[in-house]
């Protein structure tokens, strides 16, 4: 069985801090990682993916993420925070050949000025 | 929003009537997803599509039901609501190809579901 932890349900961090969203997954097979953004009354858009070619993806918004297999990671990072960047993020995986995906619970970001 | 259409956007209901959701694509995508978000769970998976006339549940379809005659759209019905099932659903395609696409799914804006 497959699933990703979130830890944290919200991080607060001040406009051109760093932004560091974590993520652990399980999964029994070399996964396909995944982040997700909500904005508010928004659906989820593609942040990045993680398909087993580079272990550091860039994303959409200057966020990028880095897989480690060693420590069951995937976390989501930002040099700098944008008031823009408040949003609900979802990480998900799954694995190749299996068309559905395990969403972890979801980190509320909060940018403040 | 990769030309996924949600209707309705807004509805409030009472327990015990029956209620569909409406999901429609234009990306001719093999897969559809229905979803349910609530606060604390995430994203959790009611029932999927791998072509017309074929579904499969997923981890909470307990009284839900759906219905995929065309490729393009996607039905959702609660046969008789409850209120435990007042949530944001969402509906989801993913072109399923398996190759480096990744099974990426794009998602509709979201359907705010009260069951009073």
């Known amino acids: 069985a497959q699933s990703v932890t979130q830890l944290g349900s919200h991080v607060s961090v001040s406009e051109g801090a760093l932004v560091l969203l974590r993520c652990n997954y399980s999964s029994s097979v070399p996964p396909y990682l995944f982040w997700y953004v909500q904005y508010p009354n928004q659906g989820l858009q593609l942040l990045l993916k993680?398909?087993?070619?580079?272990?550091l993806v860039k994303g959409i918004n200057g966020f990028e993420a880095e897989f480690k297999k060693s420590e069951t990671s995937f976390h989501l990072t930002k040099p700098s925070a944008h008031m823009s960047d408040a949003a609900e993020y979802f990480c998900?995986?799954?694995?190749?050949?299996?068309?559905?995906?395990?969403f972890g619970t979801g980190t509320r970001l909060l940018v403040s000025p | 929003d990769a030309g996924i259409t949600q209707s309705p956007r807004h509805k409030v209901t009472e327990t015990g009537t029956p209620v569909t959701l409406r999901c429609h694509q234009t990306e001719n995508h093999r897969y559809m997803y229905w979803y349910r978000q609530d606060p604390g769970h995430g994203l959790r998976l009611i029932h999927y599509?791998?072509?017309?006339?074929?579904?499969d549940k997923g981890e909470v379809s307990d009284g839900y039901s759906v219905s995929r005659s065309k490729t393009e759209d996607f039905l959702l019905t609660l046969e008789s609501a409850t209120s435990s099932q007042t949530s944001v659903y969402f509906c989801?395609?993913?072109?399923?190809?398996?190759?480096?696409?990744?099974?990426?799914?794009?998602f509709g804006a979201g359907t705010r579901l009260s069951v009073l």
């Open positions: 998900a995986v799954t694995y190749p050949g299996f068309q559905k995906l395990v």
């Open positions: 989801a395609i993913s072109e399923g190809s398996g190759r480096d696409l990744g099974n990426i799914q794009y």
């Open positions: 993680y398909t087993s070619a580079a272990t």
């Open positions: 599509s791998y072509g017309v006339k074929d579904t």
